[in-house]
């Protein structure tokens, strides 16, 4: 298991890959590897399985609790501590200031973020396609947390060479935050253009006082050994980002 470096002391955050050493063989080549989604037309029972052995890692650093989602590119989110849920919470944002409790993000192109505060005793997971940024994912999550989160941790998405959008989708980020026509450049269609998610999000981050924001540099499309893309194949399985704080 691989965590990135460079955060709060007892914060661990880490992105899945296609090739995770528990991944269980399946007659479904669309969505083989270490496929973490329900909804894909995955085997239910070899999916939990690898939920299962995540937890089971995880638990060697205390974890004992793993919190996922019903994802609907909305800009909801919701605060998790010591409350059980009979049924998967609806929304795209997870916070909580409990400790050994991983909060667990599923991505195939769009984009992973993860916040948290210098102190390391909050943390934030949300999913970020463009609806979501362009609608506040980020603004709504921050506003969640009980403390400002300081740093931003950017898993993988589809990068700008590989993600082409309609004029729509950059005049919503532009009317709301005109520097973002930066970070669009114009496609090879007409009325098409390449647009930059990492970039959106650093700006979007910055806005809101957070000044240390690590990732941003992996391509989800074009990194077809690691990551699942649903641009690359519109089948496939969802990676997932998680954060929790040690116990």
Same mark, same amino acid.
């Given at each position: 298991?691989?965590?990135?470096?460079?955060?709060?002391? *007892?914060?661990? $955050? *880490?992105?899945?890959?296609?090739? +995770?050493?528990?991944?269980?063989?399946? @007659?479904?080549?669309?969505?083989? *590897?270490?496929?973490? %989604?329900?909804?894909?037309?995955? @085997?239910?029972?070899?999916?939990?399985?690898?939920?299962?052995?995540?937890?089971?890692?995880?638990?060697?650093?205390? $974890?004992?609790?793993? /919190?996922?989602?019903?994802?609907? +590119?909305?800009?909801?989110?919701?605060?998790?501590?010591?409350?059980? /849920?009979?049924?998967?919470?609806?929304? @795209?944002?997870?916070?909580?200031? #409990?400790?050994? +409790?991983?909060?667990?993000?599923?991505?195939?192109?769009?984009?992973?973020? $993860?916040?948290?505060?210098?102190?390391?005793?909050?943390?934030?997971?949300? +999913?970020?396609?463009?609806?979501?940024?362009?609608?506040?994912?980020?603004?709504?999550?921050?506003?969640?947390?009980? =403390?400002?989160?300081?740093?931003?941790?950017?898993?993988?998405?589809?990068?700008?060479?590989?993600?082409?959008?309609?004029?729509?989708?950059?005049?919503?980020?532009?009317?709301?935050?005109?520097?973002? @026509?930066? %970070?669009?450049?114009?496609?090879?269609?007409? *009325?098409?253009?390449?647009?930059?998610?990492?970039?959106?999000?650093?700006?979007?981050?910055?806005?809101?006082?957070?000044?240390? $924001?690590?990732?941003?540099?992996?391509?989800?499309?074009?990194?077809?050994?690691?990551?699942? =893309?649903?641009?690359?194949?519109?089948?496939?399985? #969802?990676?997932?980002?998680?954060?929790?704080?040690?116990?």
């Amino acid at each position: 298991m691989q965590f990135v470096q460079g955060l709060p002391a *007892g914060v661990y $955050v *880490g992105q899945t890959r296609i090739q +995770h050493v528990q991944a269980l063989a399946t @007659d479904c080549a669309d969505v083989s *590897g270490f496929n973490l %989604a329900l909804h894909v037309q995955d @085997d239910a029972w070899r999916v939990q399985q690898h939920r299962m052995s995540l937890l089971a890692e995880f638990a060697e650093y205390g $974890v004992d609790k793993m /919190t996922w989602m019903t994802q609907t +590119h909305s800009v909801l989110c919701q605060t998790i501590n010591e409350q059980i /849920t009979c049924e998967a919470l609806e929304g @795209d944002g997870l916070v909580t200031q #409990r400790k050994a +409790h991983a909060l667990m993000m599923m991505t195939a192109d769009c984009l992973p973020v $993860v916040l948290g505060n210098a102190e390391g005793t909050e943390v934030a997971n949300l +999913h970020a396609g463009w609806r979501g940024l362009a609608n506040g994912i980020i603004e709504n999550t921050i506003v969640e947390m009980q =403390s400002a989160p300081t740093w931003a941790w950017l898993g993988a998405a589809i990068s700008q060479p590989c993600f082409e959008v309609g004029a729509e989708v950059k005049q919503a980020f532009c009317d709301k935050y005109p520097e973002l @026509d930066t %970070a669009f450049i114009a496609g090879q269609q007409q *009325g098409k253009y390449l647009a930059d998610l990492y970039a959106i999000a650093r700006f979007i981050l910055q806005q809101h006082g957070v000044t240390t $924001v690590l990732g941003g540099d992996q391509c989800s499309y074009q990194q077809a050994d690691d990551y699942y =893309s649903y641009r690359r194949q519109a089948r496939t399985g #969802r990676m997932a980002t998680f954060v929790f704080m040690q116990a």
